[in-house]
């Protein structure tokens, strides 16, 4: 099992942008499809985006498609999370989730083994 911790959230103004990262910690990260999920107060969990161990393949939800990138730095066994073009919709709790596994194609919560604290984006009008 791995340990992720997720950092880079705080306030920020609609328009702006933010880098999110998820740090893993325990295993070896290079073998582990990752995901970021967002909640927002009182709402489901929201897939937006997953990348796949060696970060060729890269999927996004509609609501950030063109503005989050989701990339990653095995030798760092860091996943990075970078916002763009921020709404105050995108205001949420956002983890970081994984899986040890060399697949692509993971999009529910109970896909992924590991999860981290959340770290807060808040984006105001």
């Known amino acids: 099992q791995v340990q992720l911790v997720e950092s880079g959230g705080r306030l920020v103004q609609a328009g702006g942008s933010l880098r999110l990262s998820c740090a893993a910690s325990?295993?070896?990260?290079?073998?582990?499809?990752v995901a970021w999920f967002r909640q927002a107060p009182g709402k489901e969990y929201e897939l937006i985006a997953t990348?796949?161990?060696?970060?060729?393949?890269?999927y996004y939800a509609d609501s950030v498609k063109g503005r989050f990138t989701i990339s990653r730095d095995n030798g760092k066994n860091t996943v990075y999370l970078q916002m763009n073009s921020l709404k105050p919709e995108d205001t949420a709790v956002y983890y970081c989730?994984?899986?040890?596994?060399?697949?692509?194609?993971?999009?529910?919560?109970?896909?992924?083994?590991?999860w981290g604290q959340g770290t807060q984006v808040t984006v105001s009008s």
């Open positions: 989730a994984s899986r040890e596994d060399y697949g692509v194609s993971y999009y529910y919560r109970d896909q992924y083994t590991d």
């Open positions: 325990g295993r070896t990260f290079s073998n582990y499809a």
């Open positions: 990348i796949n161990w060696s970060g060729g393949n890269t």
